[in-house]
């Protein structure tokens, strides 16, 4: 049986003490407490004393109710109107209310209509699928980080407004750069929270290129879709990989969007060819040998850490380079499910097909069938699909960190076998969203999956 309940928090009069706690006689039971009985009740890292009270039988009620006196709803930082689930665990005579989930964002806007940016339309689509699920959500930012233990932010209730949250049972990280995430005053939060309240974070850390390549490294079953990959070093690793391999990709470790990555082609006759994706597009530089080339890409790749990549033969369309992205995620049973894949096509001129570089999206498969692999588009499919899975699987057994969703960068190479490219931990939402009739209203699967790992991380099942 669901303990979803509505939460009711209206007149005082209505309430015999100011910690009543008003639940119908079979919501009682089902929590397992006992009438009247003294309970501590909790939400996130609130806490109160609250009186259990068989509430009379409202006349047409919809669903269950909780009625809590105003004052209690206030000290415990719920709002009235909102859905939730109770738990109780009698050996501690605590009632659990939530759960309570914060999202992290990079920071708040002061406007009405867009409070979170470009993020706002997902922002919107969290709260009202959390609204469905009975998941209390708020969305905070380092900025409101110094008002711990009470955290003010925003929820949403048909627009957006203003709140004060106890710390949550679990915090949604997407912080959507390092620079955020490394500061220490956000550091300190997030340990102070694990340590002292017991919150867990998901999506808690960006993901490192060699860090994810190494962690893969030693699964048998991805062996042979993991291209050779190394953390960069110096010239003579140049050279050796070069020799393998005529096409090389060096990304910024810790990059993203397609920034600041090299393509080396070096010809039969020695020369090379430098591609360089910078915001402005794509620059093309030739020179006589590789060191002359080593020598132009040294100024950029001694300033940070950088992975050199054997270059894949992709799969193109009509001349442009295709890859696919997945969005792999955990289930409400903590499991690891597909969630979607989508095509990318590079833009004209372009080596990198991420959309920030204006590469497109397309469903897998029209991309397959417009191919010379149509021919073998079902099994392709199947193993992109677990390709997928496995990674994910991979990272979440062998990298430290709670990942609840992950999003995995494939490439086929012109003979169609399925190749990773990367993993992202910050996976955006609009790299997965094709145009679809679905109805604007409801929540995609992959919002309402997110808030059931949320549920199962807090514990409330
Ligand atoms: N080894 C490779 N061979 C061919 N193309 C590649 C390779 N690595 C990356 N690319 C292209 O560059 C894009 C960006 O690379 P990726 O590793 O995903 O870095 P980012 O974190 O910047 O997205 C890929 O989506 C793909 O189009
Ligand atoms: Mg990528």
Known sequence: MTRIVHVRSLDPALYEDERTVLLSAGMIRACRLAADSTVKFRFGSASCEGLVRTAAAPAASPGEELGLHPELARRLGIRGGCRLSLVYQPSAATLYAGPLVGVLLSRLYPSQEMPFGSMTAFCRELGKAGEEAGVSLFFFSPEEMHTFPDLAGLYFDGEWRKGVFPVPHVIYNRLTSRKYENKPEVQHFLKAVQLRHQTRIFNDKYLDKNAVFSALGGEASLRDCLPESHPFSNY?????????????????????????IFRLHVREDGSCEVRFSALSGTVALHYPDLFEAYSHMAGKIRTQAYQIQEGLDLMTIGGRPVDFRALVQRDGDGEWVLSSIVARIAAEQHFVSNLARGGTMTAVQEALAGSSLASRKGSIQRTLKSTALTVAQAIGSNVKGTFGELGVDLALDAAGRVKLLEVNSKPSREEFSLPSASDEALARPSVRRLLEYAVYLAGFM
């Open 236 to 260: 003579h690793m140049l050279k050796a990989m070069s020799g393998r391999h005529p096409v090389l990709f060096i990304k910024p470790a810790s990059g993203s969007l397609g920034k600041g």
